[in-house]
């Protein structure tokens, strides 16, 4: 995918401060971090969104995030704790359409942090909540 900025990236056409990088996946600097040491673990493979990652691959590359984390932690950068988020189409906030891991390193009084909706404190009941495991599961072996 020529127009992926991260595609252009693993084939070299576009620089990074690569962490990581081995036959399948790549780790590199995010050059919009929230904090100093934000990481961004990818596939190699083009995948737009995590339902099209195969999973193996998605396995691999969030056993390369755990090494990743460890090594950020032990890295002498400001980490208390580190984020995980992974934004999963336009309304989840993903903006580069490749699925990507993002590795925060967190600190107290960083100012990060993420804003919950109205709805968060209001707690669904056990039907409801049945319901809608049984939506998914249905939609899962419908996929499988």
């Known amino acids: 995918m020529d127009d992926c900025i ?23 600097m995010d050059i919009q971090p929230v904090n100093p040491g934000h990481v961004l673990v990818i596939p190699k493979t083009h995948a737009a969104q995590l339902s099209e990652l195969d999973p193996e691959l998605g396995a691999y590359m969030f056993k ?3 090494r990743v984390a460890g090594a950020l932690r ?9 984020n995980l988020l992974l934004a999963d189409g336009k309304a989840a ?6 699925v990507h891991l993002h590795l925060i390193p967190r600190f107290r009084g960083d100012g990060f942090g993420m804003r919950l909706g109205s709805n968060y404190g209001v707690k669904p009941n056990g ?4 319901e809608v495991a049984e939506r998914i599961r249905a939609s899962m072996l419908k996929h499988i």
């Open 127 to 130: 039907k409801e909540l049945d």
């Open 64 to 66: 390369v995030a755990m």
């Open 74 to 82: 032990q890295s002498g950068v400001k980490c208390e704790g580190i």
């Open 93 to 98: 906030s993903q903006d580069i359409f490749h």
């Open 6 to 28: 991260f595609c252009r990236i693993v084939k070299g056409f576009e620089s990074a401060s690569i962490v990581y990088s081995d036959e399948r996946i790549m780790a590199f």
